[in-house]
T-cell receptor, first 116, second 114 residues
């Protein structure tokens, strides 16, 4: 079974609109971490935002926020006021356990296209 | 210095060649990682080094040989690769231990095996 599920292979969004990228996860651990990474066509993985399983508040980083719904095992990324430079592949990822050198498992990704 | 560097950016090699990929970071991170990423797929973990010791090997074929000579440097030695090994190889680093923290990724090496 997939640990991380991203159900949107591709999305097209008009510039300046908000966009929500879906992510659900599967784990029996009580302690885990959830990440979102952005990968432009250049290939580099850019860290966007992190949510720990014990964090009560949703994480926010600038235009990025993570809508964490623990009971539903959902960790959607919300990008406000999208920009052309947001066009990229977006990966949701999970680290089971709280050790920082534990493996991270990535979802299959969502390719986001921002339209002018 | 808040970046992970990887060399070379591109590498083309034959199946009988021996080559190495290099990864370097000066952020004081003591965990370093190698990932393999095929086109249109997510990164797949290959190896994890924690405090210069190999802590995770995801059943990677022996034609890939990692090495961590010091806390800042991570190498991936390649020998007798197959065309299906062509991929983007990403290095990452992080602080080991408990707590929240992201992995910082390098720009990757695009490897083509002929």
């Amino acid at each position: 079974a997939q640990k991380i599920t991203q159900t949107q292979p591709g999305m097209f969004v008009q510039e300046k609109e908000a966009v929500t990228l879906d992510c659900t996860y599967d784990t029996s651990d009580q302690s885990y971490g959830l990440f979102w990474y952005k990968q432009p066509s250049s290939g580099e993985m850019i860290f966007l935002i992190y949510q720990g399983s014990y964090d009560e508040q949703n994480a926010t980083e600038g235009r990025y926020s993570l809508n964490f719904q623990k009971a539903r095992k959902s960790a959607n990324l919300v990008i406000s006021a999208s920009q052309l430079g947001d066009s990229a592949m977006y990966f949701c990822a999970m680290r089971e356990g709280m050790n920082r050198d534990d493996k991270i498992i990535f979802g299959k990704g969502t390719r986001l296209h921002i339209l002018p | 210095d808040t970046e992970v560097t990887q060399t070379p950016k591109h590498l083309v090699m034959g199946m009988t060649n021996k080559k190495s990929l290099k990864c370097e970071q000066h952020m004081g991170h003591r965990a370093m990682y190698w990932y393999k990423q095929k086109a249109k797929k997510p990164p797949e973990l290959m190896f994890v080094y924690s405090y210069e010791k190999l802590s995770i090997n995801e059943s990677v074929p022996s034609r890939f040989s990692p090495e961590c000579p010091n806390s800042s440097l991570l190498n991936l030695h390649l020998h007798a690769l197959q065309p299906e090994d062509s991929a983007l190889y990403l290095c990452a680093s992080s602080h080991p231990g408990q707590g929240d923290n992201e992995q910082f990724f390098g720009p990757g090496t695009r490897l083509t095996v002929l």
